[in-house]
Structure formats: C-alpha cells, structure tokens
C-alpha cells in the first residue's frame, strides 16, 4: 500500500490531475464504500492533504466511516463538474488505516484553522483515516481522444487511447 508521498512519486500524472481536480473543487470529492449489505454508498466528503498524506477524516457518526470502520476500502473520485473532461478527473481506490494519534489529530485541528478558519481544535477525532493508495487512475480528453492513465503499485503509469 502507498501513502500519498510515494503514490506522487510513482504516478505523478494521475497525482497531478487529482491535486488539480480536487482544489478547483475546493476538496469535494465523491467517498464509495461498502454498506453493511455489501452495496456501494457514495457520499460527498473534503479529503485533505497533511504532514505529505491524504486524510479522509470529518462529521463524526456518519454512515460513512461507520462503512470505513467495518471494511477499509474504498474509492475516491474528484468531482466531476465539466461533462467535456476539458480538465479531466481521477479515481483513486485503497484501504484507510485509522490512525488515533491525538498529537497528529491536533496538529491537523491547528493547521484546518489556520487554513480556512474552521475550528475542531482540542476535540478529539471518532476517525482519523490515512488513505493508502491501491490503484489510481485519470482520464482526460487530449485532441478528442479519451485517455485514460492508469497506475498500479510496483507498476508505472500508463496511457490507454479510446477512440
């Protein structure tokens, strides 16, 4: 499994075309999980990169990370709002390690302050969830062709052209 640090290092297109999705949406992301019954749950959620990983934390009690704390995988999607792909989207999939670690929960309250204001410092966190990236891909319209770059551990980065 790859942190984000390493997964940038080895997928630095689909890391590129996810960082630059994810701030023009200011951080809105799609979350699917699985529901208990085995179903899939998307639901809307603010990833945010901190100390060089991506963190999938928020509302405690959410259905959400009450899906995440049963079973670890999921996948992340930047918001699609421009049907033509003119800037392109990408899907990153994994597993979250939910890390209790009060010092790094109140450096991020601190820092989540500082940033836009939002003030969660001295509360404790339900989950704190490290993304760990399993497999990631990006697709974006060059020249009317759809290309799609896909990436998987100990594997580079590849382009398929669809016509």
Not at 28 to 37: E, F, G, H, N, Y
Not at 38 to 65: A, H, Q
Request: charged content about 30%.
């Amino acid at each position: 499994m790859t942190i984000w640090t390493d997964f940038s290092t080895q997928a630095p297109h689909i890391a590129a075309v996810f960082t630059r999705r994810h701030a023009a949406t200011r951080n809105l992301c799609l979350l699917a999980t699985l529901r208990s019954d085995g179903y899939p749950r998307i639901s809307p959620i603010e990833p945010r990169f901190f100390e060089d990983r991506l963190w999938i934390v928020g509302m405690p009690n959410t259905t959400k990370f009450r899906d995440l704390a049963r079973d670890p995988r999921f996948c992340l999607h930047t918001a699609t709002v421009d049907t033509e792909l003119t800037d392109g989207d990408a899907k990153l999939w994994g597993v979250v390690d939910d890390v209790r670690d009060k010092d790094l929960h109140q450096r991020f309250a601190a820092a989540l302050f500082d940033e836009i204001g939002l003030d969660l410092r001295g509360q404790e966190f339900d989950h704190f969830y490290a993304a760990e990236v399993t497999g990631a891909s990006a697709v974006e319209i060059n020249e009317g062709t759809l290309e799609v770059t896909v990436w998987k551990p100990g594997e580079r980065e590849h382009v398929v052209r669809k016509h």
